[in-house]
């Protein structure tokens, strides 16, 4: 089992991550699930007494108010007071939503992150980003606020389907295209079936841990984490609003390629990258870029009502606070 020290947190990576879930001096405790958690992974957490399960419906579709408004009524029927904890079990939109209840629940109780992702090991539950969609808009509404601690089990990879794990893959293709030319090579030369996913998410989330930790708030460093979501967003958000909802690691794909068609690295850097991409994944049709405006106008990284991009600028490296104006796009 690896430790990981972030700002005032620990990230626990390993088999044995779970054992270090603590949930003494607290009031009450509350599970936050949903059905594919519920029954594949509720199961593997240690044993303790009094607490409730919360099961929200599976979905970016669900990560909105109205779900929120049942999280919260759960809890204030339960009586829960600030004194209590919340442990998110899930992916992604558990994490998020998760998180975001916890921190504005009488202005805040403690929350333990416990992702069964890929997506959410290396990304979502690490950072303290928290927040929903609202109005078609991706994470719209959210805040910053750290967890109590986040457990990562790789066990929990087994428990997902090929294409969830594919999905997440493509924030450790993120990761090292920013910031790791060693692991772009290191993932570009394995086939996907053999990579050690061990090493995969220890490094994955090295990476991001060590941006965040210099720049916590997004004021500069972290946006790099930005590549690929400025479109990805976009395109998520399309597909979402059309009803027929894309898995958000497809999204960041598709994303990718378009920022780094953007990026002023060589063309032969962009052809591997690209080809990378559309020979291991597959992903659903690209939007036109004209009904990707009306989201992209909205982004909340936006400055000046110009779309800000984080670019590489060659793999390994990345530059970020590249604005264009729409006309330019």
């Known amino acids: 089992m690896k430790e990981i020290a972030s700002s005032d947190y620990s990230i626990w990576i390993g088999e044995n991550s779970l054992s270090k879930l603590d949930v003494s001096g607290y009031s009450k ?3 936050l699930v949903d059905e594919n958690t519920k029954r ?10 009094d ?13 909105n108010i109205t779900t929120c408004n049942f999280i919260w009524e759960e809890l204030t029927n339960n009586h829960f007071e600030r004194n209590s904890l919340l442990i998110n079990l899930g992916g992604g939109v558990i994490g998020d939503m998760g998180g975001f209840c916890a921190s504005t629940y009488k202005r805040g109780i403690d929350f333990i992150q416990i992702p069964t992702t890929l997506l959410a090991m290396v990304d979502a539950s690490i950072g303290g980003k928290l927040g929903i969609d609202f109005n078609g808009l991706k994470n719209q509404i959210g805040l910053f606020n750290n967890p109590k601690s986040v457990l990562v089990n790789p066990k929990f990879l087994k428990t997902l389907h090929d294409n969830k794990l594919k999905s997440g893959f493509a924030e450790v293709v993120k990761h090292a295209l920013i910031s790791d030319n060693n692991l772009w090579e290191e993932l570009t030369s394995t086939p996907f079936d053999i990579l050690d996913w061990g090493a995969i998410i220890l490094t994955s989330i090295q990476i991001k841990n060590n941006i965040i930790l210099s720049d916590p708030f997004e004021k500069k460093n972290r946006k790099k984490l930005n590549f690929g979501h400025t479109f990805g967003h976009a395109i998520e958000s399309y597909y979402l609003e ?3 909802p894309i898995l958000h690691g497809e999204a960041v794909y598709m994303g990718m390629i378009l920022e780094t068609e953007l990026s002023p690295i060589p063309k032969e850097d962009k052809n591997e990258i690209k080809n990378y991409i559309l020979s291991n994944f597959t992903l659903a049709h690209t939007p036109k870029k004209s009904n990707l405006l009306p989201f992209l106008m909205n982004d909340k990284k936006n400055v000046q009502g110009k779309i800000n991009f984080s670019l590489l600028n060659e793999i390994g490296d990345c530059s970020i606070d590249n604005l264009f104006s729409i006309n330019e796009l």
Do not use: M, R, V, W
């Open 29 to 31: 405790i509350a599970i």
């Open 40 to 49: 594949d992974c509720l199961h593997k957490l240690p044993k303790f007494n």
């Open 51 to 63: 607490f409730i399960i919360i099961e929200i419906k599976s979905g970016e579709e669900h990560k």
């Open 242 to 244: 059309k009803g027929t």
